[in-house]
C-alpha cells in the first residue's frame, strides 16, 4: 500500500504541471484505487481519521460523477492531495 499512496501523492504535484488531457482522466481512477485500498485498511485498522482524506477525495477525483473544475481550481487541490497522499505512505499507523 506505501508504495500505492507514494505514487498517487506524486501523480497529484505531477498534475501541476501542464500534461495532456488523459492524464487527469488517469489520475482520477488512481485516486479512486488509492482512496478505495486506504477506505478497507483504514477500517480494518480502525484509523476513522483517514476518512477525512478518503471521503472528500473520492467524491472530487471519482472517474464516473467527479467533480468537474477549471485547471485553476483543481491546484490547491492537488497539492493538498499530494501532501495527504504522501504523509499515508509515510504513515506507520496505515501500513503494517
Not at 464516473?64 to 495527504?84: H, K, Q, Y
Request: hydrophobic share 60%; with cysteine.
Amino acid at each position: 500500500m506505501k508504495t500505492l499512496y507514494l505514487t498517487t501523492g506524486i501523480a497529484n504535484l505531477l498534475a501541476l504541471l501542464p500534461l495532456p488531457y488523459g492524464y487527469y482522466g488517469l489520475l482520477r481512477w488512481l485516486v479512486t484505487v488509492a482512496c478505495v485500498a486506504m477506505w478497507f485498511q483504514a477500517v480494518d485498522e480502525g484509523k476513522r481519521a483517514w476518512f477525512l482524506l478518503i471521503i472528500p477525495a473520492l467524491a472530487l477525483w471519482n472517474p464516473f460523477f467527479g467533480a468537474t473544475m477549471a485547471r485553476s481550481e483543481w491546484l490547491l487541490l492537488n497539492i493538498a492531495a499530494g501532501v495527504a497522499f504522501l504523509a499515508a505512505s509515510r504513515s506507520e499507523s496505515l501500513h503494517r
